[in-house]
């Protein structure tokens, strides 16, 4: 099936630092992905859609500022925790889109700021 | 934006016993996926509900979709330990992709 990679996997980072993560389509071109943020058993909760070649569109609530997202390919979309927070902890999930619409997931990444 | 409701929110159970997940919505699905996810990991496919009143099966689990595609249900026999994660259902309305609330499922051998 198809893969998504999502890297880092997890990433501890002082506070007012930036993090990027990194979501991959390795097989197939995806001109959708989604970013979720999720707590402790809890769901996932979309922050935005990126859509490749145009501006992020951003759930309300969700500071575009802060969670600065970037999809210029059709393989790879980046989100950039900018002045990152103790309270911006969380663990971070993408989602690509195939052509046979399905939705195919990163690992995740577990993101502890410090 | 699709409000998806999940109930109950947590489940703990004896190995061996059934349950059923439900899933609600404000308004009517396109479709409707279930996922399953484990901690610390992406969520995994279960299955896609597409037509309303339709009934899938997947081992011990069955998944029906309601007659007027505003709910669906999952339910599982004969629980395992191994069924232990998150439920979550989802909607892809086109540009969005909503999950459900989510329900926690232990099952305790």
């Known amino acids: 099936g198809a893969v998504v990679s999502q890297h880092p996997s997890r990433v501890i980072c002082k506070s007012g630092t930036s993090v990027k993560i990194e979501c991959r389509s390795l097989?197939?071109?995806?001109?959708?992905m989604f970013w979720y943020r999720q707590f402790p058993k809890q769901s996932l909760m979309l922050m935005a859609t990126?859509?490749?070649?145009?501006?992020?569109?951003?759930e309300q609530g969700v500071e575009k500022d802060k969670f600065l997202i970037n999809h210029a390919s059709l393989t790879l979309s980046t989100l950039t925790v900018t002045s990152a927070h103790p309270e911006d902890s969380s663990f971070y999930i993408c989602?690509?889109?195939?052509?046979?619409?399905?939705?195919?997931f990163g690992q995740g990444t577990r993101l502890t700021v410090v | 934006t699709q409000l998806l409701e999940q109930s109950p929110q947590f489940l703990s159970i004896q190995e061996g016993e059934n349950l059923t997940v439900y899933c609600n919505s404000s308004?009517?699905?396109?479709?409707l996926q279930w996922y399953r996810q484990e901690p610390g990991e992406g969520p995994v496919l279960l299955v896609t509900?597409?037509?309303?009143?339709e009934v899938k099966k997947l081992k011990r689990l069955t998944f029906q979709f309601g007659d007027a595609r505003k709910d669906s249900s999952l339910h599982i026999t004969a629980a395992q330990p191994g069924d232990t994660g998150l439920y979550l259902c989802?909607?892809?309305?086109?540009?969005?992709?909503?999950f459900g609330t989510g329900t926690s499922l232990t099952v305790i051998p």
């Open positions: 308004s009517v699905f396109s479709s």
């Open positions: 989802a909607e892809f309305t086109g540009n969005q992709f909503y």
């Open positions: 990126s859509n490749e070649g145009s501006k992020a569109t951003y």
């Open positions: 097989d197939f071109q995806a001109t959708t």
């Open positions: 989602s690509a889109w195939g052509r046979v619409s399905e939705a195919f």
């Open positions: 509900v597409v037509t309303g009143g």
